[in-house]
């Protein structure tokens, strides 16, 4: 995106991302996605629906057009591009609930950067008094807008994450930290033959239940209260496969070979565990995919005391935690690193 620009351009473009990014988030966050929807909307009647003025709405809609996101047709109707489409609620993959994160309590825990690399503690956490998870499960309207971000871009790795569990001999699935049940909800309806288990913090594992109940699937899934940072209550089998999708990444190495391990006591002869993760390259970044792991290193640090990890880094912490990591599959950014117990 700057590459046509001199050095100097660049550095600058890449500061004043911080307003493109608010001004992303305060489309999205004054519900400006939906009101235009299918059939487009003046800037006028947007205007009016949003209660902005006119003149600064015009201001942010050319700046969203100058990013690909809408475009003004000839009877002044704006419209999204198909880029912007990610901007609404319903698109599978959207960015909707993240664009919310960030205009919220993710936003604000990184303008206290400097403190986590001073301290190495979340900014979040000083910043609010509780910890990122402590705060989801104390607020309901958050708690939700967390569980749809880490659905839809669950939409983005299903086809992969699906492919994996087809091929493997398992007949149960279980969800370490499955939230709000998304992956399994869709797993056990593409795969009428297998049985479900989620294993999250209550409030998460009370919208798993009403979201098995909506889906039918109450009778083949139960979602049990549980931390799998101390002990993991599940009666072992060997059709298992376990899956943990955007779960070490929010903690430490400590922790992580903590949970690892923990998995690995649940575990028995016949059993897999999968990891889905980002990775970094081992290289500097030079692509999108390594772009946006770098980014994401730093979301974890200021937000949960996280890391984004590579490949290695996550075969080392299995093995400290008593695991073989016997294949890992890559998708776009994204892994998927399947292990048995050792020994």
């Known amino acids: 995106m700057v590459s046509d620009f001199d050095d100097a351009t660049a550095v600058r473009f890449l500061i004043y991302g911080r307003l493109v990014s608010e001004a992303i988030c305060t489309f999205a966050d004054l519900g400006c996605p939906e009101l235009i929807g299918d059939s487009g909307c003046t800037a006028g009647a947007l205007s009016e ?39 609404r609620a319903d698109r599978p993959g959207s960015a909707l609930p993240t664009a919310l994160l960030v205009r919220g309590v993710v936003g604000h825990a990184w303008d206290g950067l400097e403190s986590t690399l001073r301290t190495g503690a979340p900014a979040f956490d000083s910043a609010d008094g509780r910890s990122f998870f402590d705060e989801i499960d104390r607020n309901p309207s958050m708690r939700a807008i967390f569980d749809d971000s880490q659905a839809r871009g669950l939409d983005l790795d299903l086809a992969a994450i699906t492919a994996v569990v087809r091929s493997r001999d398992c007949g149960r699935i ?61 009666e072992p089998r060997a059709d298992d496969l376990m899956i ?22 649940a575990m028995t002869t016949g059993a897999r565990l999968a990891v889905v993760e980002h990775y ?33 880094e996550y075969e080392k912490l299995h093995a400290t935690a008593g695991l073989a990591v016997i294949a890992v599959t890559r998708f776009g950014g994204s892994c998927l690193i399947e292990s048995v117990a050792a020994g």
Request: proline share 3%; charged share 25%.
């Open 280 to 312: 970094r390259g081992e290289q500097p970044p030079v692509s999108d995919d390594d772009r946006m792991a770098a980014i994401m290193g730093l979301y974890m640090a200021t937000v949960t005391s996280g890391r984004e990890r590579t490949i290695a």
């Open 244 to 265: 943990m999708r955007h779960i070490c990444h929010d903690w430490s190495d400590e922790v992580c070979v903590r949970i690892l391990s923990n998995c690995r006591s």
């Open 174 to 234: 279980v969800d370490i930290g499955g939230g709000d049940g998304y992956l399994v909800a869709e797993l056990l309806t593409l795969l009428p033959r297998h049985t479900g288990v989620v294993i999250d913090r209550p409030v998460a594992v009370g919208r798993a239940r009403a979201r098995m109940s909506a889906a039918g699937l109450s009778g083949r899934c139960v979602c049990a209260v549980g931390d799998f940072t101390t002990a993991l209550d599940l």
């Open 49 to 87: 629906q949003t209660g902005t003025v006119p003149d600064r709405l015009d201001d942010l809609l050319r700046l969203l057009a100058a990013f690909g996101l809408v475009r003004t047709v000839d009877d002044g109707t704006v419209r999204l591009t198909e880029r912007g489409e990610y901007l």
